[in-house]
C-alpha cells in the first residue's frame, strides 16, 4: 500500500462519493477508484461498499489507521521544515467546552502572533469523545478534564477551577453568595446524567456529605446546562468556566466550599514525541494562562490547589 491509496480512502470517507473525494484531492474520478481497487486487492476486503457509496467495517478500521498515518508524515515534513526555520505545521487540538469559550480566542491569538505558520485545528468535544482521538493519533493533544486514566498518554495538569451553583436571580438560592452542602439536600437541580464524570464528582462528593442531590432534570452538557440556569429553568452545578468573566445579567456565581475543584489538563501521546507545532501551542498555551487565569472567577493555578497526578 502506499500513501495515495490511503489519501483516496480517506477523502472517500470525509466526502461521501468517489467523485466528490476527487474533486477534493485535485484529480479524477478513475484515479480515485483505482487506487482504492489495488488497496482492496492487497488487502484481501472490500472497503467502500459501492452500493451505498459507504465505508464497509473494514473500510472505517483502515481509515481510522489511515488518518493517523497522514497525520504523522505530515508531522515529520513541518518537524523537518522547523528545524532551521520558523516553526510551522498543523496542531490538531481537542478542547472541551466550558474552557473553549474562556482559553480560545486568546489562545489562537497569541499562537497566531508567536507562531504565524503554526496553522490550529481545533476540535470541541467531551473528555470521553477527545481522549480517543488522542490516543488514536487523530489530535495531537486535547484540553481535557480530569479523571483521564490511559497508560498511552501524558498528563499534565493545567488549572483547577471551583464547581459552583449558578441560579438566575429568580431562584431563591441566588440570594446567597455561599451555601453548605448540605443546604442542597434534596433541593431539585439541574445536573449531568448519571455516569458522566461531573455526575460522578458530584455523587461522591453528595455521599461525603451524607446528603442526596435531586436531579430536577439531567442534561447531557455542561455548556447547555449553563444556560438554562441562566435562563431561569432551575439551578445547575457547574464549573465556574461555563460562565465566562464577561458575562453579565441576572444571575448568581454561588460557592459551596464542600464541593471538590475540577482540574482541566494538557493530554497527549506519550510516543511518539509532540510535533514542533504541538510544542508550539502547548508552550503558548501556559503563558496565556499565566496571564488570563486571574481574570475567570473560580480558577487556580497554584499546585496546592489541586492534586497533580490523574486524579480529581
Same mark, same amino acid.
Given at each position: 500500500?502506499?500513501?495515495?491509496?490511503?489519501?483516496?480512502?480517506?477523502?472517500?470517507?470525509?466526502?461521501?462519493?468517489?467523485?466528490?473525494?476527487?474533486? +477534493?484531492?485535485?484529480?479524477?474520478?478513475?484515479?480515485?477508484?483505482?487506487?482504492?481497487?489495488? *488497496?482492496?486487492?492487497?488487502?484481501?476486503?472490500?472497503?467502500?461498499?459501492?452500493?451505498?457509496?459507504?465505508?464497509?467495517?473494514?473500510?472505517?478500521?483502515?481509515?481510522?489507521? /489511515?488518518?493517523?498515518?497522514?497525520?504523522?508524515?505530515?508531522?515529520?515534513? #513541518?518537524?523537518?521544515?522547523? *528545524?532551521?526555520?520558523?516553526?510551522?505545521?498543523?496542531?490538531?487540538?481537542?478542547?472541551?467546552?466550558?474552557?473553549?469559550?474562556?482559553?480560545?480566542?486568546?489562545?489562537?491569538?497569541?499562537?497566531?502572533?508567536?507562531?504565524?505558520?503554526?496553522?490550529?485545528?481545533?476540535?470541541?468535544?467531551? %473528555?470521553? +469523545?477527545?481522549?480517543?482521538?488522542?490516543?488514536?493519533?487523530?489530535?495531537?493533544?486535547?484540553?481535557?478534564?480530569?479523571?483521564?486514566?490511559?497508560?498511552?498518554?501524558?498528563?499534565?495538569?493545567?488549572?483547577?477551577?471551583?464547581? !459552583?451553583?449558578?441560579?438566575?436571580?429568580?431562584?431563591?438560592? #441566588?440570594?446567597?453568595? %455561599?451555601?453548605?452542602?448540605?443546604?442542597?439536600?434534596?433541593?431539585? !437541580?439541574? !445536573?449531568?446524567?448519571?455516569?458522566?464524570?461531573?455526575?460522578?464528582?458530584?455523587?461522591?462528593?453528595? +455521599?461525603? +456529605?451524607?446528603?442526596?442531590?435531586?436531579?430536577?432534570?439531567?442534561?447531557?452538557?455542561?455548556? !447547555?446546562?449553563?444556560?438554562?440556569?441562566?435562563?431561569?429553568?432551575?439551578?445547575?452545578?457547574?464549573?465556574? @468556566?461555563?460562565?465566562?468573566?464577561?458575562?453579565?445579567?441576572?444571575?448568581?456565581?454561588? @460557592?459551596?466550599?464542600? *464541593?471538590?475543584?475540577?482540574?482541566? /489538563?494538557? #493530554?497527549?501521546?506519550?510516543?511518539?514525541?509532540?510535533?514542533?507545532?504541538?510544542?508550539?501551542?502547548? /508552550?503558548?498555551?501556559?503563558?496565556?494562562?499565566?496571564?488570563?487565569?486571574?481574570?475567570?472567577?473560580?480558577?487556580?493555578?497554584?499546585?496546592?490547589?489541586?492534586?497533580?497526578?490523574? %486524579? @480529581?
Amino acid at each position: 500500500m502506499d500513501v495515495r491509496q490511503l489519501s483516496a480512502l480517506v477523502a472517500i470517507a470525509d466526502h461521501g462519493t468517489f467523485s466528490a473525494a476527487a474533486r +477534493a484531492l485535485y484529480t479524477v474520478q478513475s484515479n480515485v477508484s483505482g487506487h482504492v481497487a489495488k *488497496l482492496e486487492k492487497e488487502l484481501g476486503v472490500t472497503l467502500v461498499d459501492r452500493a451505498n457509496g459507504g465505508l464497509t467495517d473494514e473500510g472505517a478500521r483502515v481509515v481510522e489507521r /489511515a488518518r493517523r498515518i497522514l497525520h504523522e508524515i505530515d508531522d515529520i515534513a #513541518a518537524d523537518i521544515a522547523s *528545524l532551521d526555520d520558523e516553526v510551522s505545521g498543523d496542531a490538531r487540538i481537542g478542547v472541551i467546552g466550558t474552557t473553549a469559550r474562556w482559553l480560545m480566542p486568546q489562545l489562537l491569538t497569541a499562537v497566531e502572533q508567536s507562531h504565524p505558520r503554526v496553522h490550529p485545528i481545533v476540535y470541541e468535544g467531551s %473528555t470521553s +469523545a477527545l481522549i480517543p482521538g488522542v490516543v488514536s493519533g487523530r489530535l495531537n493533544a486535547a484540553i481535557v478534564h480530569l479523571p483521564v486514566d490511559d497508560p498511552e498518554l501524558v498528563i499534565e495538569p493545567l488549572f483547577a477551577e471551583d464547581l !459552583l451553583v449558578l441560579a438566575n436571580a429568580r431562584h431563591s438560592i #441566588a440570594g446567597h453568595e %455561599t451555601v453548605s452542602i448540605h443546604d442542597l439536600d434534596e433541593v431539585p !437541580l439541574l !445536573l449531568p446524567p448519571k455516569g458522566a464524570a461531573l455526575r460522578r464528582v458530584l455523587d461522591r462528593a453528595a +455521599a461525603a +456529605a451524607g446528603i442526596t442531590l435531586r436531579a430536577q432534570a439531567e442534561i447531557d452538557g455542561v455548556r !447547555l446546562l449553563a444556560s438554562l440556569a441562566l435562563d431561569g429553568y432551575g439551578a445547575a452545578i457547574v464549573p465556574a @468556566t461555563a460562565v465566562p468573566h464577561s458575562l453579565t445579567g441576572d444571575f448568581s456565581r454561588v @460557592t459551596v466550599p464542600e *464541593l471538590p475543584r475540577r482540574v482541566v /489538563a494538557w #493530554a497527549r501521546r506519550r510516543r511518539p514525541a509532540p510535533s514542533a507545532a504541538t510544542q508550539a501551542v502547548e /508552550a503558548v498555551l501556559h503563558q496565556v494562562i499565566e496571564t488570563r487565569a486571574d481574570d475567570q472567577p473560580g480558577v487556580h493555578l497554584d499546585t496546592a490547589a489541586f492534586p497533580l497526578g490523574r %486524579t @480529581t
